[in-house]
């Protein structure tokens, strides 16, 4: 298994999310991310929903049952995991996704991301925002690798269908899914635009990737982690 901004007045870019979705908080700023040649809310052709409709009065007979809204979705694998369990057993496999899973949990917690649904051996996860959506992923590589478990992990960002409230159906989705499977390991690839990344992530290429089911290669930036960040961890043998 396996980010573009969408422009708008304060107003008409607001999105809503509904219910939890999996460990930790959205505390994401709800800043929608931009994308030439899609159009804002309450445009023309626009699906998504406007404030006034959120906060219309109840309808009997509402006519629309999924909301379309802007989110960030990335996909964490542990690599070689199937391999990993032939040759070390079920109980060695089960701790190591215990081990993976304690160090999502603490990460999206502090990020302010959440955890959508557990993949068996890999995680999805979801954000407002793409930049901190990268963090997220960047810093559970990082703390990952420094306990010997390699991952790597897709990052995509655009509108999707809103289901039932907890569930995230659409293009954007399963393009971050086969973006994690195309990543090698400890690579980190994100489709669209990454603006205000942090300082101690770059981006160190762009290029175009095969991915299954999507038709054309698609653009993607391969991110890492500032190598005095990592050696940090490399040399602490405190790490948490």
């Known amino acids: 298994m396996a ?4 422009g708008g007045s304060t ?6 999310t509904t219910g939890p979705e999996g460990n930790g908080s959205d505390l994401s700023p709800a800043r929608p991310p931009t994308a030439a040649g899609l159009p804002g809310p309450g445009r023309l052709g626009d699906p998504r929903p ?18 379309t809204v802007d ?3 990335a996909f964490v694998d542990i690599c070689g995991f199937t391999t990993y369990c032939e040759q070390s057993g079920e109980q060695p496999a089960l701790e190591l996704l ?14 302010g991301v959440r955890v959508s649904k557990w993949l068996g051996d890999g995680v999805m996860i979801v954000s407002l925002e793409p930049a901190i959506l990268a963090a997220a ?4 590589e990082l703390r990952c690798s420094s306990r010997g478990l390699d991952t790597h992990a897709g990052i995509a960002t655009g509108p999707v269908l809103l289901l039932e409230g907890d569930d995230y159906v659409g293009r954007t989705v399963n393009l971050a899914a086969r973006l994690c499977e195309a990543a090698q390991l400890g690579q980190i690839l994100a489709a669209n635009a990454l603006p205000e990344l942090p300082e101690w992530l770059h981006i160190v ?5 095969d991915v299954a089911g999507m038709g054309e290669p698609v653009a993607a930036h391969l991110l890492a982690v500032d ?8 040399n602490d043998p405190y790490v948490a």
């Open 71 to 73: 989110r960030s979705f």
């Open 50 to 67: 406007s404030i006034d409709a959120l906060l219309e009065r109840p309808d009997p007979n509402p006519s629309g049952a999924t909301l």
């Open 11 to 16: 107003r008409e870019s607001i999105v809503v």
């Open 137 to 140: 992923c960047a810093e559970i």
């Open 205 to 209: 290429d762009t290029r175009m990737v």
């Open 98 to 111: 215990i081990e993976f899973r304690q160090v999502v949990r603490d990460v999206v917690a502090r990020r």
């Open 227 to 234: 190598e005095v960040v990592r050696d940090t961890f490399a």
């Open 3 to 6: 980010s573009v901004r969408v």
